[in-house]
């Protein structure tokens, strides 16, 4: 198959991509590399792969010409180029709203003209459905939970976008589900939580897991905004990257459907009261951290409910926190030089 992936030098997007070459297909990544680290992800990958299994286009999702040019006969276009900080899209709403919500409709366009009608894949975010006011949160020593909720957030919640970010893949979130409609493209939506593995550059203002690790790991100051007992469902980058190739097997009965896609009820954490303790067991030594107060737009606890994916697709995660969190320290442990 030949496989355009958007983002294809980020942290999921290198992982899919090592995955989709490993299985044989004609993989091409459109990124602009304008993440700091990324173009360590290309050469990562261009070691491990046998010569010409892949190739790099450098160019940016805003550009709708190149981008439908990269996409003309594609057979599955992976969307994940975007400005990924909520912090980021507060200081500069514009260049956030570009890249996520013009980016994606370049994208949707391009899949549309591309002649080859291809499976149409987007990373969206569970931040889609806001802050989640009227869902009863209890309070409990480490950790937030939902009242009501045990099995997490269901498709069925309200969207309420919050911040430029959330407002940004919102948009792009809404136009790839309804090109399914209005079109019958074969898209696919995925509302993903915390994500984490190998390759993740992570910094204060994402990728909260893999920042704490490189932080703790290379000595530098962490803060922990709120209380630390916010909860996150988290989810391991393969276990991902098994639920996008599962929708390409299982295109028939995931074209046009939202997922919500997490670690679940089963594999949640609170980013401070309880990862904390667990980081310094790991590490053998205490972790110093400063405090500060709540940033806007921070749930108290998110978890999904991924039981639709279980249904429709048969999908489910497999690496437990523990293991994920083993896995990632070592990563990163192994590979300070790449966090400067
Ligand atoms: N990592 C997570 O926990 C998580 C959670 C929910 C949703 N997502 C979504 O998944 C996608 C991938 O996330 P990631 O964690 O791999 O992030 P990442 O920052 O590692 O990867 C994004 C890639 O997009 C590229 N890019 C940014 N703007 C671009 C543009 N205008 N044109 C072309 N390329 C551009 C960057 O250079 C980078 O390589 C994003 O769309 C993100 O919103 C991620």
Redesign the pocket.
């Known amino acids: 198959m030949k496989v355009l992936i958007?983002?294809g030098?980020?942290?999921?997007?290198i992982n899919a991509a090592k995955r989709f070459v490993e299985r044989g297909d004609d993989v091409t990544l459109?990124?602009?590399?304008?993440?700091p680290g990324?173009r360590g992800n290309v050469d990562w990958l261009s070691q491990l792969s046998r010569p010409g299994s892949f190739r790099l286009i450098e160019a940016?999702?805003?550009d709708a010409s190149r981008l439908a040019a990269a996409a003309v006969g594609t057979d599955v276009l992976l969307h994940?180029?975007?400005?990924?900080a909520v912090t980021t899209s507060v200081l500069d709403p514009r260049s956030d709203f570009e890249?996520n919500a013009l980016?994606t409709f370049n994208a949707l366009e391009a899949a549309r003209h591309s002649g080859s009608n291809p499976i149409f894949l987007f990373?969206?975010?569970n931040k889609v459905y806001g802050e989640l006011d009227e869902i009863v949160v209890e309070e409990e020593p480490t950790r937030y939970r939902f009242r009501d909720l045990p099995h997490g957030v269901p498709e069925t919640q309200p969207l309420d976008f919050h911040s430029p970010y959330g407002c940004s893949?919102g948009a792009g979130d809404q136009y790839v589900h309804d090109f399914a409609r209005i079109y019958g493209l074969r898209t696919v939506v995925f509302r993903?939580?915390?994500?984490y593995g190998p390759r993740q550059?992570g910094v204060e203002d994402q990728?909260w897991l893999a920042w704490f690790l490189i932080a703790s790991v290379c000595e530098r100051p962490i803060t922990i905004y709120g209380d630390g007992k916010q909860v996150r469902d988290v989810l391991w980058v393969d276990d991902l990257v098994d639920l996008y190739l599962t929708a390409v097997e299982k295109i028939d009965v995931a074209a046009g459907e939202v997922f919500n896609v997490g670690g679940g009820p089963e594999r949640t954490i609170s980013v401070w009261s309880e990862f904390g303790p667990m980081l310094e067991s790991h590490l053998g030594r205490k972790v110093p951290v400063a405090s500060a107060g709540w940033r806007p737009g921070d749930q108290k606890i998110f978890v999904s409910d991924c039981r639709k994916a279980e249904r429709l697709l048969g999908w489910k995660p497999r690496t437990s926190v523990d293991e994920g969190i083993r896995i990632l320290h070592e990563w990163v442990a192994g590979n300070r030089a790449l966090f400067g």
């Open positions: 958007t983002g030098a980020g942290f999921i997007g459109y990124d602009n590399l304008c993440r990324v940016d999702v805003r994940l180029a975007g400005q990924v890249t980016g990373a969206s975010t893949k993903q939580s915390a994500i550059l990728g």
